[in-house]
Structures are given as structure tokens and as C-alpha cells.
């Protein structure tokens, strides 16, 4: 192989005489990483476990014919329902000229009346429930400083302190005597010890006798009671 002979004060570029030699051998390799290529691919597919398909065949049943049953059938559609007949007013014969008799006692004697009815009637209970007792003149409260007296000390102590008031209407039944025989709560207060309060005052009470006309009566009254802290 001939030398090159570089002249003086020239440099030779070591990086171009690299290039030029991998240029030289470009062919060598590029063949060379072809059939190294080759055979690696050869050699997979001959070492390589072959795969298999699992089966995945099915089998088609016959299909079963199913007899339907027969079509039902419809009945007819009813007859038509007939139409009311028109009324007609019929015609009758009255004389003009009618009269009723006069009721006299020639006529209906007093031997052949009824009986007057014998069996009395019953007394009802009228204090078992509130019920319209019909009187005249109201019974009056007689006892109110007594009243009041018993409010104070009847008054729960618990609302008291926290001034709270309320009203409860109750019903008392009165007896002749002004007594307060029965009574019931009518309307609450919202409160229990004031509704159980108010039941208790009840018996202070005293009134006088209702009247119904001249006659004394026992009577149902609805009356308010009413606790308030001054």
C-alpha cells in the first residue's frame, strides 16, 4: 500500500479518516446484520413452543316445534239493551167537589179512643256526660276569694317560677245544691299540670242553683280557669 505523502504545515483531520473507513466497511456490515437478523428469527421460530387453539366448536340443539293452543274466541257483543217506553199519564175520574169529613166527638166517641200509655219514661242520667241542660238563669259563682286562694296554692310551682300562665276549660256539672258533682277537661291549656290543676280547684268552687223557669235544675257548664302570674 502506498504512503501519502502530506505536505508540510498541513493537519489531517483524524474524525474524516474515521468516516472514510466505517464508508469502507458500511457493506461488510450492513450484510453482516442481515444475516445475523436471519438467523435469530429462524432460530425463535424453531425453539419457540407452539401455540395452540382451544376448541371452541358448539353444537346446535333442534329446535322443539310447541303446538300453540286454538285461538280463543270472542263472544258476540250483547244485544242492545231496549229503551224505556215513554211514559204515559193514565187518566182517572176525580169528582171536583171533595170534602173531608169534620172530626167531632159524635163522630169518634171517647169509649173507643185508645189508652192513654201507661209506662213512664225512664230518668236519664245527665251527669254520666256533658250534655244541653236547658235553663233560665245561670248558676253564679258564690266563693271567689276562696277561689283564688285555691289557685295560688293549686299553681305548679315549676311554671310559676318561669311565669308562664294558661287557660283550661273544663266542664262542671252542678248539682241543685251548687256543688260541683262531676267535671271534665273541655279544652287544655297545653300544659298537664295545669290541666290536672284546674280538676283539682274544681271542688272549691260553689254556685248557686240554675233555674229553668221557677225550678231548680242541675246543669252542665263550660268554664274557663285561669292561671296567671301578676
Known amino acids: 500500500m502506498n504512503a501519502i505523502a502530506v505536505p508540510a504545515g498541513v493537519e489531517i483531520d483524524p474524525a474524516k479518516t474515521r468516516n472514510e473507513q466505517?464508508?469502507?466497511?458500511?457493506?461488510?456490515?450492513?450484510?453482516?446484520?442481515?444475516i445475523a437478523?436471519?438467523?435469530?428469527?429462524?432460530?425463535?421460530?424453531?425453539?419457540?413452543?407452539?401455540?395452540?387453539v382451544e376448541d371452541v366448536s358448539f353444537t346446535v340443539e333442534e329446535l322443539e316445534i310447541i303446538e300453540m293452543p286454538p285461538e280463543i274466541e270472542i263472544p258476540p257483543a250483547p244485544e242492545a239493551i231496549a229503551r224505556p217506553g215513554t211514559p204515559v199519564m193514565a187518566t182517572a175520574n176525580i169528582d171536583d167537589d171533595v170534602t173531608i169529613a169534620l172530626t167531632t166527638f159524635e163522630n169518634n166517641p171517647v169509649a173507643d179512643l185508645p189508652p192513654p200509655p201507661t209506662a213512664q219514661k225512664e230518668a236519664v242520667d245527665i251527669s254520666a256526660a256533658p250534655v244541653f241542660t236547658p235553663?233560665?238563669?245561670?248558676?253564679?259563682?258564690?266563693?271567689?276569694?276562696?277561689?283564688?286562694e285555691a289557685l295560688l296554692a293549686q299553681y305548679p310551682a315549676i311554671l310559676r317560677e318561669a311565669r308562664i300562665g294558661g287557660t283550661v276549660e273544663v266542664w262542671f256539672f252542678i248539682t241543685e245544691e251548687g256543688r260541683v258533682q262531676e267535671r271534665r277537661v273541655y279544652a287544655s291549656s297545653?300544659?298537664?299540670?295545669?290541666?290536672?290543676?284546674?280538676?283539682?280547684?274544681?271542688?272549691?268552687?260553689?254556685?248557686?242553683?240554675?233555674l229553668n223557669r221557677d225550678?231548680?235544675?242541675?246543669?252542665?257548664?263550660?268554664?274557663?280557669?285561669v292561671f296567671q302570674v301578676r
Open 22 to 34: 466505517f464508508k469502507n466497511r458500511f457493506e461488510s456490515l450492513l450484510w453482516g446484520s442481515m
Open 37 to 52: 437478523a436471519t438467523v435469530l428469527h429462524f432460530l425463535l421460530f424453531q425453539l419457540w413452543p407452539t401455540l395452540t
Open 135 to 148: 235553663m233560665t238563669v245561670l248558676p253564679e259563682i258564690l266563693n271567689v276569694t276562696e277561689i283564688r
Open 190 to 210: 297545653g300544659f298537664k299540670d295545669f290541666d290536672e290543676a284546674a280538676l283539682r280547684v274544681a271542688d272549691v268552687f260553689r254556685f248557686t242553683p240554675a
Open 215 to 225: 225550678q231548680v235544675v242541675p246543669v252542665w257548664i263550660r268554664f274557663p280557669i
